[in-house]
C-alpha cells in the first residue's frame, strides 16, 4: 500500500517539512504534487517526477527530482516552487494569524505534466503551513506614513 507523509504536519512556514513515500514498487516512476488554493480562491502547484529507490521509497531531501516544477536534489522543493495556475499571481498570505495555508500533496502512477479529475493518486495527505506561532500577539502599527504589525511572542 503507498503511503505519502508529511512530517510534521503542522508547523511554521519557515519549518522544513520532510516529505516521505513508502510502498512504490522499485525503480517505479512515479509523479509527486503540491497543490494549495490561496484566501483569494486561487490554486497554486508544483510538481516532481521521481524514480523509487530499491526499498520503494521516494524522498525529495535525498533523491533528485528527475523534472517537472524543478530538477535535483530539493528538500523543500515541492514548497518552494508552487505557481499559480493563472498566470501573474502571487501568493500571499493576508490572515496570517487566524488559519494556515494547506498543501495537499499527492503521488500519481508515471509521469504527470497534467492531472485532470479522472486521475486518483496512489495516496494523499496534507500539510499545514502557519505563519504565525501559538500565543503571538499581532500590534497593528500606523505612525504617519508608516504601516505595519508588531508580533510580539508570549
Not at 530538477?71 to 522543493?77: D, Q, R
Amino acid at each position: 500500500m503507498v503511503e505519502v507523509t508529511a512530517t510534521p504536519r503542522s508547523s511554521l512556514a519557515d519549518r522544513p517539512v520532510q516529505v516521505q513515500v513508502r510502498g512504490l514498487a522499485p525503480s517505479q516512476l512515479v509523479t509527486l504534487r503540491a497543490s494549495l488554493t490561496d484566501e483569494q480562491g486561487e490554486c497554486f502547484q508544483a510538481r516532481a517526477f521521481f524514480r523509487a529507490d530499491k526499498a520503494g521509497e521516494v524522498d525529495p531531501g535525498r533523491h533528485a527530482a528527475l523534472g517537472g516544477s524543478y530538477a535535483g536534489v530539493w528538500p523543500m522543493g515541492l514548497f518552494w516552487f508552487l505557481q499559480p495556475d493563472t498566470l501573474f499571481r502571487r501568493l500571499v498570505k493576508r490572515d496570517v494569524a487566524g488559519s494556515p495555508f494547506v498543501v495537499r500533496l499527492e503521488v500519481f502512477d508515471g509521469l504527470r505534466l497534467v492531472t485532470g479529475p479522472q486521475d486518483q493518486p496512489l495516496a494523499s495527505c496534507e500539510a499545514e503551513r502557519w505563519y504565525v506561532g501559538p500565543g503571538m500577539q499581532r500590534v497593528p502599527i500606523r505612525e504617519g506614513r508608516v504601516r505595519g504589525a508588531l508580533f510580539l511572542p508570549p
